[in-house]
């Protein structure tokens, strides 16, 4: 199962772990059950503090094995092999079972130890899901720090009689006490603060009591990264205030055009992000959405920043850097069954289509490669593109028609998703050419059409493009003087990582120079 290589780095992860640990395995007489085995045996093996049974008795799924504490009710479950994606889970797990502490922040490991009641989470993963991690990791260190919290991590893949029955479309989708509880990407902080009902009330009071900053940056991506580090940098007061750090690069699979970095992803590189600021003076302030911007000539002197839970931030200075999300098709039936088979993450998502037939809308890059991917997973692929041609680098499509199970339609509009019984069976599309109106029958609907920037909160307080976009000059400065924007939700061409970061760096050079230009008296 594991290397030479990687066999010899869990050993030394290993050996950070202080307290006895058992590993229990729930096996069938099958090749996942005997693959399993392989790998906790192996695990056993780099350890003297870890042991192996089987457990042939208890009513769990199969293949599944737990981690235990010895003599002690702390302990996590996964139903499946945590390889892929998830064997940094694996790692955690053992080392957090094995009583290594957590780099949690001690506030949010005090207020999970104080939740009363009793939680049994499920996590439905896919092994192919950067997103899943996040989820999985949280709920294991919860489950590790208060025994009242349980928790089951489920490949679904390998159960996909379980996500049948339960109507699991989507990854990674949480319950809670056997009842839908979550989906999608969530941090630690953000379960915590779900389940912790006052959170939010506390939270508000604590920012409301913070002194203004010289520049506050709002959105934590890449541009606004690269801004908080170079005000840092400066040596004045930064603050950034996110609703999930990272944003939609935390959504991305693979890249490759991030000069000097030949290959990434995008989990790997939002965790680099935020330990390089962390490295400066920056108040991070996640899981807080703007909602109101208020700017200093009516504010007193100081730009004001509304948050959706109810609290200010004032700044001298504020660098608007809030991205771009999945842009809609805006048709009936995509909201109704979103989660239900209508995706905008063939990574995450695709495992659970296996040997089904799904569409994928958008002939760009994104929708080529993704129609390629999932070409490898599912029983057909049809790609419709509006166009009369597919936009996407040439490479990408001479490798997509050479794929037996796709089929391509161009000059197609998507004009509503079909499903029946609340799921999806289909799509119809008009062909711009004719006019006819034909059905697809499948059972997903994967949504790549491109991207529209998070500027709605801003509108009527800046000046906007036609397109939402924050419009700015070559110095980043919008219509609002001291308040500069960069990234994806702005007007700057070419929506590229590489671009947002220096666009985030050209922000908070231009913050500062509007500072010593404007010195308070």
């Given at each position: 199962?594991l290397?030479?290589?990687?066999k010899?780095?869990?050993?030394?992860y290993?050996n950070n772990?202080t307290q006895?640990i058992?590993?229990?395995?729930a096996?069938?007489?099958d090749?996942?059950?005997?693959?399993?085995?392989e790998l906790?045996?192996?695990i056993?093996?780099?350890?003297d503090?870890?042991s192996?049974r089987?457990?042939?008795a208890?009513?769990?799924?199969r293949p599944?094995?737990?981690?235990?504490?010895?003599?002690?009710d702390?302990g996590?479950?996964?139903?499946?092999?945590?390889?892929?994606?998830?064997?940094?889970?694996?790692v955690?797990?053992?080392?957090?079972?094995?009583?290594?502490?957590s780099?949690a922040a001690?506030?949010?490991i005090?207020q999970?130890?104080?939740?009363d009641?009793?939680?049994?989470?499920?996590t439905?993963?896919?092994l192919?899901?950067?997103?899943c991690?996040?989820?999985?990791?949280a709920?294991n260190?919860?489950?590790?720090?208060?025994?009242?919290?349980?928790?089951?991590?489920?490949?679904?893949a390998?159960?996909?009689?379980?996500?049948e029955?339960?109507?699991v479309?989507a990854v990674?989708s949480?319950?809670?006490?056997?009842q839908?509880?979550?989906?999608?990407?969530m941090?630690?902080?953000?379960i915590v603060?779900r389940?912790?009902?006052n959170?939010?009330?506390?939270?508000?009071?604590?920012?409301?009591?913070?002194?203004a900053?010289?520049?506050l940056v709002?959105?934590?991506?890449?541009?606004g990264?690269a801004?908080?580090i170079?005000?840092?940098?400066k040596?004045?007061?930064?603050?950034?205030?996110?609703?999930r750090?990272?944003g939609?690069?935390?959504?991305?699979m693979?890249?490759e055009?991030?000069?000097s970095?030949?290959?990434?992803?995008?989990?790997?590189?939002?965790a680099?992000?935020?330990?390089?600021?962390?490295?400066y003076?920056?108040d991070?302030?996640n899981?807080q959405?703007a909602?109101k911007?208020?700017?200093?000539a009516?504010?007193?002197?100081?730009?004001?920043?509304?948050?959706a839970?109810?609290?200010?931030?004032?700044?001298?200075?504020?660098?608007?850097?809030?991205?771009?999300r999945?842009r809609?098709l805006g048709v009936p039936?995509?909201d109704e069954?979103?989660?239900?088979?209508?995706?905008?993450?063939p990574h995450?998502?695709?495992?659970?289509f296996?040997?089904?037939?799904v569409?994928?809308i958008?002939g760009?890059?994104s929708?080529?490669?993704?129609?390629?991917d999932?070409?490898?997973?599912?029983g057909h692929?049809t790609?419709v593109?509006f166009?009369?041609?597919?936009r996407?680098d040439?490479?990408?499509?001479k490798k997509?028609r050479?794929?037996?199970n796709?089929d391509i339609?161009?000059s197609?509009?998507?004009?509503e998703?079909?499903?029946?019984n609340?799921?999806?069976?289909?799509?119809t599309?008009?062909?711009?050419n004719?006019g006819?109106s034909h059905?697809v029958?499948?059972?997903?609907?994967?949504?790549?059409i491109?991207?529209?920037p998070?500027?709605?909160?801003?509108?009527?307080?800046?000046?906007l493009s036609?397109h939402?976009?924050?419009v700015?000059n070559?110095?980043?400065?919008t219509?609002?003087?001291?308040?500069f924007?960069a990234?994806d939700?702005t007007t700057?061409?070419y929506?590229?990582?590489?671009i947002?970061?220096?666009e985030g760096?050209?922000?908070?050079?231009s913050a500062?120079?509007?500072l010593?230009r404007n010195?308070a008296?």
């Open positions: 199962m290397d030479a290589n990687l010899e780095q869990l050993k030394t290993l772990v006895p058992e590993l229990v395995a096996l069938n007489d090749a996942k059950s005997r693959e399993l085995l906790l045996k192996e056993e093996g780099l350890s503090k870890i192996l089987e457990d042939g208890s009513d769990v799924r599944s094995f737990a981690i235990n504490r010895v003599g002690t702390i996590v479950r996964f139903a499946g092999i945590p390889m892929g994606h998830e064997f940094t889970s694996l955690l797990a053992l080392l957090q079972v094995g009583g290594h502490p780099k001690q506030e949010v005090e999970i130890q104080s939740l009641g009793e939680f049994e989470f499920e439905y993963f896919s192919s899901c950067q997103n991690p996040d989820v999985v990791q709920l260190l919860m489950s590790v720090l208060n025994p009242k919290i349980r928790h089951t991590s489920i490949d679904g390998l159960f996909q009689d379980e996500v029955q339960r109507e479309m990674p949480v319950y809670l006490n056997g839908p509880w979550g989906q999608g990407r941090t630690l902080e953000e603060a389940l912790d009902t959170s939010a009330e506390k939270e508000a009071e604590k920012l409301n009591q913070k002194d900053f010289e520049v709002i959105g934590g991506g890449p541009a990264s801004a908080a170079y005000a840092a940098r040596g004045i007061s930064t603050g950034i205030a996110a609703e750090f990272g939609q690069v935390g959504d991305t693979s890249i055009n991030l000069i970095v030949p290959y990434t992803e995008g989990p790997k590189l939002v680099a992000m935020e330990q390089h600021v962390n490295e003076d920056v991070i302030m899981m959405r909602e911007l208020i700017p200093a009516q504010a007193g002197g100081l730009h004001e920043v509304q948050l839970n109810g609290a200010s931030l004032k700044a001298r200075t504020v660098v608007l850097s809030t991205g771009a999945w809609q039936g995509e069954y979103r989660n239900k088979g209508v995706a905008y993450c995450c998502d695709g495992p659970l296996k040997g089904k037939r569409a994928v958008g760009g890059n929708g080529v490669e993704a129609a390629i999932l070409a490898g997973l599912v692929v790609l593109e166009g009369a041609e597919m996407a040439e490479v990408l499509q997509l050479s794929l037996k796709v339609i161009t197609g509009q998507t004009t998703i079909t499903g029946e609340g799921r999806v069976n289909g799509l599309y008009t062909d711009r004719t006819e059905h029958a499948l059972e997903g609907v994967f949504v790549q491109g991207l529209v998070n500027t709605e909160w801003l509108k009527g307080d800046i000046e036609q939402g976009e924050i700015i070559d110095r980043n400065e219509s609002i003087p001291g308040v924007a990234g939700a700057v061409p929506k590229q990582i590489v947002s970061m220096g760096s050209k922000a908070a050079l500062f120079d509007f010593i010195s008296e």
